[in-house]
């Protein structure tokens, strides 16, 4: 575990981190020829199972997940997100974080920060569970989505924040949808490497939700680029299937036992 973590660490400032999400073993056996860090994201709320937001997640389906996530990944990085209300104190985090260690032997946890769990953070690190943070844009404690670090005041906050959390013991940090001009100036200033999702090429690694990449989710947010759009090719695929089978084309004896 701490191998990987090390190595995470080492890649700072020497090429970028690839990150993206990943909810099943089959898309975990994909990423692990190319990720640094697989993400079990408390995204899957919303990309996965519809929900309004990620606020709704449970910490007994994340871990189902993390589990079939860590069956398909052998080289990557495997971090899990800790849900909403799973850390709000030092005791309730301890024991939902051993929790999801031992269940999923997963590498890391990540936690969002709410600007004052710095000191749970730290205990977490010193219990040796290797924790990454995240500020910026943070889902669990923000109602209503709004581009961070835009303003002096904000920088400030955001570049105290992320050196609050790197000396609790963070090995990383995710950067969400904050400014290019702060994101520059905290991947500089920070140790950890900074992982960016909507927040500028000059984060030390990109993240994004696999399934807002591929062009499943229906979401496009600005800072997502669409690689392919997979939801038309699927359709394609199941009108295909649908007319073999009102055609009688299939199943053809080539697909049965005889």
Same mark, same amino acid.
């Not at 190319?34 to 993400?39: A, F, G």
């Not at 400030?156 to 940090?173: Q, R, V, W, Y």
């Not at 904050?178 to 001009?181: H, L, Q, S, Y």
């Given at each position: 575990?701490?191998?990987k973590?090390n190595? @995470?660490k #080492?890649?700072? /400032? ?9 909810y099943?073993t089959?898309?975990?056996k994909?990423?692990?020829n190319? &990720?640094? @860090?697989?993400?079990v994201?408390?995204s899957?709320a ?8 990620t606020?709704t997640i449970?910490?007994? =389906?994340i871990?189902?997940?993390?589990i079939?996530?860590? #069956?398909?990944?052998?080289?990557s +990085?495997?971090?899990? $997100?800790m849900?909403?209300?799973t ?5 309730i ?10 269940? =999923?032997k997963c590498?890391a946890? *990540?936690?969002? /920060? ?6 749970i953070i730290?205990?977490l690190?010193?219990?040796?569970? !290797? ?12 109602n ?5 670090g835009?303003k ?22 995710v950067?969400?949808c904050?400014?290019? *001009?702060t ?5 500089k200033v +920070?140790n950890i !490497?900074t992982?960016?999702?909507g927040?500028?090429k000059f &984060? ?7 399934d807002?990449?591929i062009?499943?989710?229906g979401f496009?947010p600005?800072?997502v680029? *669409? ?6 090719i699927?359709?394609?695929t199941?009108l295909?299937?649908?007319? $073999?089978?009102l055609?009688? *084309?299939f !199943?053809? #004896?080539?697909? /049965?036992?005889n």
């Open positions: 575990m701490l191998k973590i190595r @995470i #080492r890649l700072k /400032s020497k090429r970028k981190l690839v990150c993206l999400t990943a099943s089959p898309i975990s994909i990423l692990d190319h &990720c640094d @860090i697989v993400l994201g408390d899957m919303t990309a996965f199972y519809g929900m309004e937001n606020k449970n910490l007994k =389906t871990i189902n997940h993390a079939a996530v860590k #069956r398909g990944s052998k080289k +990085t495997v971090v899990v $997100d849900p909403i209300n850390y709000k104190s030092f005791k985090a301890k024991k939902n974080v051993t929790d999801v260690f031992k269940k =999923t590498d946890v *990540k936690l969002e /920060s709410d600007g004052k769990n710095f000191t730290r205990k690190v010193n219990l040796g569970f !290797p924790i990454m943070g995240q500020i910026g844009y943070t889902p669990q404690n923000k209503k989505f709004k581009p961070q835009l002096k005041n904000e920088e400030k906050k955001l570049i105290k924040e992320s050196l609050e959390i790197e000396n609790a013991g963070a090995f990383s940090l950067l969400e904050i400014g290019e *001009k994101s520059k100036k905290i991947t +920070t !490497p992982i960016g999702i927040s500028s &984060c030390d690694g990109q993240i994004l939700v696999t807002d990449l062009g499943i989710s496009k600005k800072f680029k *669409k690689y392919i759009n997979l939801k038309k699927l359709e394609k199941f295909k299937f649908k007319m $073999d089978v055609k009688q *084309k !199943p053809a #004896r080539k697909n /049965s036992f």
